[in-house]
């Protein structure tokens, strides 16, 4: 079964600075990737995903991750973080079996 | 084109009573997966229906059920509430073959 590892429970982060969220899944094949952004007391919304192809990936937002075959890690970043970026982060994995398995999140604190 | 919705957006409970929550997908989309999100076991998958047919479940108990409509929409059962089913469920739609999952804003139960 595979299972996703979210290593940072929490980041605080300055505004204007860069942003990395660390994941790594466990997976025996290529899995299907994504990044979920949760604001308080809302649902998930998706940020970015990763089927196949050019492992560098774009989303909404001004965020992009990039999977890591060798590493088993898909790593969301952001250049320039502002105050409405602070939120909990999901990583999530899928398997093709329309179920997909979360990480524990990372919840991000700008500050100003 | 509209979100999935989920009604009702809060809910509040005795210990063994049942509850029913409903959920609309995004106009197209055939696919509906249920996720129960609580502080101590994060995001777990409860399960999958497409086509009014359950594809995939999680390892809840019984007193966890479903179903889906011929118009796609999906409801969730939970008997005999315990306290701690207390969460934030959420539902998800997707498209008919696909692990992109679309989540809408979640219900609230609390259970007391």
């Known amino acids: 079964a595979q299972s996703v590892t979210q290593p940072d429970i929490h980041i605080t982060v300055s505004e204007g600075a860069s942003l990395e969220l660390r994941c790594n899944y466990s997976y025996g094949a290529t899995p299907y990737l994504f990044w979920y952004v949760q604001s308080p007391g809302q649902g998930l919304q998706l940020l970015l995903k990763y089927f196949s192809g050019d492992t560098l990936v774009q989303g909404i937002k001004g965020f992009e991750a990039e999977f890591k075959r060798s590493q088993s890690s898909f790593n969301l970043r952001k250049p320039s973080v502002h105050w409405s970026d602070a939120a909990e982060y999901f990583c999530a994995v899928g398997a093709g079996d329309y179920k997909l398995s979360f990480g524990a999140g990372t919840t991000v604190t700008v500050r100003a | 084109k509209a979100g999935v919705t989920q009604t009702p957006r809060y809910l509040i409970k005795t210990r063994g009573q049942q509850v029913t929550l409903s959920c609309s997908p995004i106009s197209g989309h055939r696919s509906v997966s249920w996720y129960q999100q609580t502080p101590g076991q994060g995001l777990q998958f409860l399960f999958e229906?497409?086509?009014?047919?359950?594809?995939n479940k999680g390892n809840f108990p019984g007193r966890f059920s479903g179903r889906q409509f011929s118009n796609s929409r999906s409801e969730m059962n939970v008997s005999t509430l315990e306290l701690g089913d207390s969460a934030l469920y959420l539902c998800?739609?997707?498209?008919?073959?696909?692990?992109?999952?679309?989540f809408g804003p979640g219900t609230r139960l609390t259970v007391t």
């Open positions: 998800a739609s997707s498209l008919e073959f696909s692990e992109e999952q679309y």
């Open positions: 229906y497409f086509s009014e047919t359950q594809r």
